[in-house]
């Protein structure tokens, strides 16, 4: 049992003339909440030396560090818990050691800030001491992983690196491969400066190590180092990382793969800030027609960005270059139209595409825009591009991992690495991938489509994108679902007129698999601002009307979203004229014989109502709902009751008696229903119901 030295003198005595009393285990005595008494110190019986009792006892430290946590006494596991249990860390007995590594991991993980800094200096008394069994130095090690983002760089330089160094020439491998794996968990928790002088050098010279499992950690650990070193510092790592990727051992072959990804991102150029981005994203269509005394107005509007270009090795987001908005359009060599260069998204599914950092390139649609720090020179090694082309090689890295699959999941950070301008490099790796047999590897492609798009500009993309799209859609359901999850955002990479057939091939090739047509209606609401409104009109709408009748629930409750959604964009937007008919046609829906129909039209009634004011909805809506208040299905008149009592209830109508008048009967009738829930609905007041979060908002 766990005994604890509490700060009431007088209370210890006690405790000490009736032992039993004494005795709770780690949980409840921080549970036991004694008014005005703190344990001072924690102690374990050790009459007889029992490991379960030892193991019982630590088996609690994770609960009661989240019942600390959640008392916000961080402070008592800084100074009373930790210290508790790290001994135990060194125990002889397998399972006592191991109960209390579980619960230091767990600490770690949970409490790292409070932690982080004694853990540490555990960890370099531990490893520093090669006399300490091989097994216990590795083992400190590991917690290096749970910690090492929560590291302040003073102490990663007065503790860590010390021990790290020691670990690097340790005649045992699992030390040397340990340490290897520390550094890639410190390396975001150390400066850039430290980890250029320190961490680098250790990673190379372990590099060479004789055994292929260290050098297999090296390759992971380069890539984990990558993305917090200068971009000299990453190019003087290019050399050793493509001597790994020679290697005779397929293990470390294999750790290259892994990481050639990072290599990339951390060669490209710095993240631009994501109001720079949203400025050009959401502007750049909007200024194309602006005279240029306009521009300067324009951009003060949007924030007056003053963006400078970073200095070559910088890789923080705030430092971003110099915006500055052009008087005339710029047509000389150097200049880029907007087309070749893509717009600056930032995508849920990708890294953002900032600007480069050498040379200025002006961006151009029919008049210049802004003027963007983008670079035409090859920002990435060509010996590591000729890396990632021969993954595609069958004779080459194919034998040893899945590089087809590892190529298609990183393609979208090469392409951005290379650039537009050096697409030429990356065609036939595109062309070998977008044509594999492997459907997983045409998949990856189809869900990384939008961002490529981005990438190579409207016209790269319909130049070298389109076949494979038009490829994508007559390919397998789940390839060509992927494509569809994300296809509202590569058409708005591409010019209108490239973009319009698109519309009606998408709605009928999606009308086979309920999955496709619940992925559509999600989308339309994205794709009806890319069209005419003719199209919308004659084409998406009737669609999604179409869709409230679907047998799939998932794509009914989706559909009398988008609807909605979709009628007030319309709005402001049609013949006045146009509008009641079409809320005819919706109040018609309650006459269907399939009751999910019925359903699901009172459901969209709901929704539409707010963009409709009182005395529409009561000379269109409130007659055929009212009706199906006496439906023979339970389910409907839930529907209606709901709709009743929350949206359409008689304070809605307080201009028209007669409208309130008659919502008040609805309830009244429904209050006397057979169904309970019925009964409930109708009962309850406005607003008492919360909201749902949109299904248009989930991309799962």
Known sequence: MAYFDWSDEDYNESLQAAPPAAAHTLLSIFQHGLEGLSVQSITVSTGADDPQNQSSILADVP???????????????????????????????????????????????????????????????????????????????ELLDSIGAALPPEICREHIFGCLRVAAGDRDLRIRKGCVQAIGAISSAASSADSSFVLVPLVLNLSTDDNCFVRAECGRAIGRLAPHLSRDAVLSLVSPFLILAEDTSRWVRSAIVESLGAMFAALSCPPAEEKLAALYSAQAANLAGESSSDVDSIVQQLGGLDVKTPARGSRRPSDVGQLTPLASADTSEGASPAGERGEQFFSANATPIPPSDDQPVEMADSNVILKLQISKKLKVPSRLLALYSSLLDPQGFARDVDSQRICAYIFPVVAWAVGPYHWASLRPAFLSLASSEDPQVRLTLARCLHVIGYILGPALAESELLQ?????????????????????????????????????????????????????????????????????????????????????????????????????????????????????????????????????????????????????????????????????????????????????????????????????????????????????????????????????????
């Open 63 to 141: 609960p009661a560090c989240d019942y600390l946590l959640s008392e916000h006494a961080e402070h008592v596991i800084a100074d009373i818990l930790l210290p508790f249990v790290l001994p135990f860390m060194a125990s002889p007995i397998e399972n006592v050691r191991r109960v209390a590594r579980t619960g230091v991991r767990h600490l770690c993980e949970r409490a790292a800030s409070v932690v982080a800094a004694q853990v540490a200096c555990y960890v370099t008394d531990t490893v520093s001491h090669p006399q300490e069994d091989s097994r216990l130095r590795l083992e400190a090690l």
């Open 468 to 700: 494979h799209v038009n490829n994508i859609l007559d390919d397998w359901d789940e390839i060509r679902y992927e494509l569809m999850g994300r296809f509202a955002s590569f058409l708005s990479v591409l010019t209108p007129h490239v973009r319009r057939p698109y519309l009606p091939k998408i709605l009928v090739k999606n009308n086979d698999n309920w999955r496709h047509r619940a992925v559509l209606v999600r989308q339309s609401v994205h794709l009806a601002p890319l069209f005419p409104l003719d199209d919308v009109l004659l084409l998406l709408w009737p669609f999604l009307l179409s869709m409230v009748d679907d047998s799939a629930a998932c794509v009914r409750e989706g559909a009398g979203e988008a609807v909605s959604r979709l009628y007030a964009y319309l709005q402001p937007r049609v013949d006045p004229a146009w509008l009641p008919g079409e809320l005819t046609l919706i109040a018609r829906l309650t006459t269907r014989p399939k009751s999910l129909t019925r359903q699901s039209a009172v459901q969209l009634i709901g929704k539409l109502v707010p963009h409709v004011t009182p005395a529409v909805a009561a000379d269109v809506f409130l007659e055929p709902a009212a009706a199906l208040a006496a439906d023979p299905v339970a389910n409907v008149r839930i529907a209606v009751a709901r709709l009743f009592s929350q949206v359409m209830h008689p304070d809605y109508f307080i201009e028209s008696p007669a409208a309130s008048e008659r919502s008040a009967a609805a309830l009244a009738a429904m209050a006397q229903d057979s169904d309970a829930d019925v009964r409930f609905f109708s009962s309850l007041p406005p607003g008492h119901l919360r909201v749902a979060p949109s299904v248009l908002d989930d991309d799962s």
